[in-house]
């Protein structure tokens, strides 16, 4: 119910930030990669182009949803 969208709707709105940012720094990567400083490219791709932290925090929101899920089913059918 109402615990299930807040939880889906934070993740979307976080993912959607996150994504933004992240594309703006793509771009530039590209921009510093296409003007030959490719030590910098390289620094900005390494850095800040990771998807470790995304990854690890969409696996957290589905195991939060998984939980919520399977508390509501409980409730329901005692």
Known sequence: GEAFGAVLTDY???ASAT???RNQLYALEKK???G???????HIRL???GRVKMDARKERTHQRLRT????????KAG
């Not at 030959?36 to 390289?42: L, S, T, V």
């Not at 919520?68 to 409730?75: C, L, N, P, R, T």
């Open 47 to 49: 850095c800040n182009l």
């Open 36 to 42: 030959g400083r490719i030590a910098k490219a390289d």
């Open 68 to 75: 919520i899920a399977f508390q509501s089913h409980g409730q």
């Open 32 to 34: 510093h990669r296409e």
């Open 19 to 21: 994504g933004k940012a």
């Open 12 to 14: 979307s709105d976080q």
